[in-house]
């Protein structure tokens, strides 16, 4: 989400300034990548880059063709062969061992259903969406419709597809992609064309609740807003809860708290951390935020501590569900042996992240199978 927040943000920036754009994405990857289907990069005129598509090794070439499909105005997909080795190809070492395909769009600032547009109606709700790129492998030199339709969890739904048919099957595999939080390459079948679809199920960025507002709060919402995460500081100390001490925050909140939650909008993609040093104001905290739907709610501080916390939760007679019970993770973090205010930020975004990402926390060397799923590189097919 942050990387297409800052596309966004960097397109209007252009668009103030008269500079021409274009998008790129990657839309179908075979083997391995440093980015996957779905990712995406802003090229200005002038050559700002604003994403990214891989990891430093296609940049170049991907913005000398967009200067191109700028002036012309006309998509265009280009194929990178990362298994060849011969370096002087590009004038860059690759090796990742894969076949990238990136679409290039020319945006249109006078086109209302331009590709940063449809970004923009992800980026401007914080709801789950759904992102369609539209093109064809087997006829590159024909139309590539490109970024062509957007449907979100509210029911909105925007779309420039001209036929009627592949509409109509692109919105129900939507609604399929939404339903089922997955993203899938298939390609559509009917006589005469062969469209393909990247469809790229989006959730909202992460929000953060921070219960605390003392100087061990500052590196973890420092590294929250770098990954893009809204975050909320909240503490009953005005002195402490301040913008000019958390200018990275979203929002700071001075407030008991049993006053906290009227001034917050939770969703299943908030998550918590209780780090007051104040055992009473976590405790109050902690039984406020208990029949919230949160997928993680941190407490700092040692096992005994949140120990105590729910054996008086219970006396006073809150029950914990077991599903519940399971949410609460104290001590917060993962094992990293950190000692400082900073190293300690990056344990609980670690562990954070894995609880939202359903992903085991171990070192990658350990993996036996591909990094990235290999689910999406499978192109499905339907007969129209």
């Known amino acids: ?79 990178y062969d990362t298994n060849d080795e011969d370096d002087a190809k590009l004038g860059v070492g690759l090796g990742c061992n894969g076949i990238i395909h990136i679409l290039l769009e020319p945006v249109n600032a006078e086109d209302p259903g331009n590709p940063v547009a449809m970004l923009q109606e992800i980026t401007s709700h914080r709801t789950p969406a759904v992102l369609v790129t539209l093109f064809t492998l087997r006829q590159r030199k024909a139309p590539q419709p490109g970024t062509c339709l957007v449907l979100t969890a509210n029911g909105q739904l925007h779309h420039c597809i001209t036929d009627a048919q592949l509409q109509n099957a692109i919105t129900a595999d939507a609604h399929q992609a939404l339903q089922t939080r997955t993203s899938f390459t298939k390609t559509y079948v009917s006589t005469g064309n062969d469209y393909t679809t990247h469809t790229a199920y989006i959730p909202p960025a992460p929000q953060l609740l921070i219960a605390g507002a003392g100087n061990d709060v500052i590196p973890l919402v420092k590294m929250a807003a770098l990954l893009g995460w809204h975050t909320t500081v909240i503490d009953g100390r005005p002195g402490y809860a301040t913008t000019m001490r958390f200018p990275e925050a979203t929002q700071v909140i001075t407030a008991k708290p049993v006053q906290v939650l009227p001034q917050v909008q939770t969703d299943q993609y908030t998550v918590a951390v209780l780090m007051t040093h104040n055992y009473n104001y976590d405790l109050a905290l902690l039984a406020q935020l208990l029949p919230l739907p949160l997928p993680y709610i941190g407490v700092l501080g040692p096992a005994k501590k949140l120990q105590r916390m729910l054996d008086e939760l219970a006396e006073n007679g809150i029950c914990i569900s077991p599903l519940q019970r399971e949410r609460i993770h104290g001590p917060a973090g993962l094992d990293l042996g950190a000692e400082t205010s900073e190293e300690i930020a990056l344990s609980v975004i670690s562990e954070i992240k894995s609880v939202l990402s359903a992903a085991a926390a171990t070192s990658l060397r350990e993996k036996t199978t591909a990094i990235h799923s290999r689910e999406q590189q499978i192109i499905h097919q339907q007969q129209l």
Request: aromatic share 2%.
């Open 1 to 79: 989400m942050k990387e297409l927040e800052d596309i966004v943000k960097s397109y209007h920036a252009a668009c103030r300034q008269g500079i021409k754009t274009a998008l790129a994405t990657v839309v179908h990857v075979e083997g391995s990548a440093y980015r996957q289907p779905g990712a995406r990069m802003l090229v200005t005129e002038t050559g700002m880059l604003t994403g990214a598509i891989s990891g430093g090794c296609l940049e170049g070439d991907a913005l000398r063709k967009a200067q191109l499909v700028m002036m012309q105005q006309r998509p265009m997909l280009v194929t």
